[in-house]
């Protein structure tokens, strides 16, 4: 089975956030040093030939693909776009991060950001973050009232059917990490000085209401994974095994768009150049 078919959450099932775990490495079968290695040369692979589907995909200039990347805090978001998009061609990719809305784009509709953030044709476009964050942390942090959220998942479905229907394929994906592997993480940044920078306090708050987030994920997934843009849940414990399941995954929905350069123009027939 490919890691499509393992992590996909097919439309209308159960997202099962609590039997997953997180440190599972589904998909990859051998000892544990050997399934590593195999992953990292996997990825590798999956890079070069993400690279050409790219070029194909800005050739073709009529369809787009949307990475939506969701996890709680050290779940893996910068570091899944460092490696698995990372070897692409930067002037195809748009990157965009959502963070705390301002009062600007609080004074609009919570789709309003985030749509003018969504990738041209020809592009491929990762959220760091997303308008899932406004059936989230707004949820669980009651941001605002609950009738209000509730909504949220139809005008998701509705705002996404709409760009698929525009020629935008779109990617979901929950990193999946355990508290314990957060602690971790979290005393790594601590640690580090390199890294403390990205600890914030409010993450520890973040991290006391971790059941809520998971239900609130749970409903959110389970909600929003369509066939136009389905919701998939990666084990992200190990980071080599979180890069080769979405890399695996983006590739095979490249592929599977099979993008296709437009045909040499009919007055270029013939051209020589002197
Ligand atoms: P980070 O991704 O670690 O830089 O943190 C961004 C912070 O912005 C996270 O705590 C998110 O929960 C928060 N955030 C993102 N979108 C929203 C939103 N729509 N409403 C409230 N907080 C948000
Ligand atoms: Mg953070």
Known sequence: MSANDIHIVKPGSKARLGDTDPSK?????????????????????????MK??????????????LIVLQGMDCGGKD??????????????IRVASFKKPTDEELSHDFLWRIHRQTPAKGEIGVFNRSHYEDVLVV???????????????DRINEFERALADSGTRILKFMLHISKDEQKQRLEARLA??????KFNLGDLDTRSRWDEYMEAYTDAIEKCSTDYAPWFVI????????????????????????????????????VTIE
């Open 235 to 270: 084990p992200a414990d190990r980071k080599w095994y979180r890069n080769w399941a979405i890399s695996s995954i983006v590739r095979r929905e490249l592929e599977s768009m099979d993008p296709k350069p437009p045909a040499k123009p009919e007055e270029l027939e013939g």
């Open 79 to 92: 570091g899944t776009i460092r490696h698995v998009l990372g070897p692409l061609n930067p002037q195809g």
């Open 192 to 197: 580090d000085p390199d890294k403390a920078w």
């Open 52 to 65: 050409l589907l790219q070029r194909r995909l800005y050739a073709e200039s009529k369809r787009s693909l």
């Open 139 to 153: 949820r669980v942090l009651n941001l605002v009232p609950r009738a209000q959220w509730r909504e949220r998942y």
């Open 25 to 49: 490495t589904p998909g990859l079968s051998g000892p544990k040093d050997l399934e590593k290695a195999a992953a990292i040369r996997e990825l590798a692979q999956n890079a070069e030939a």
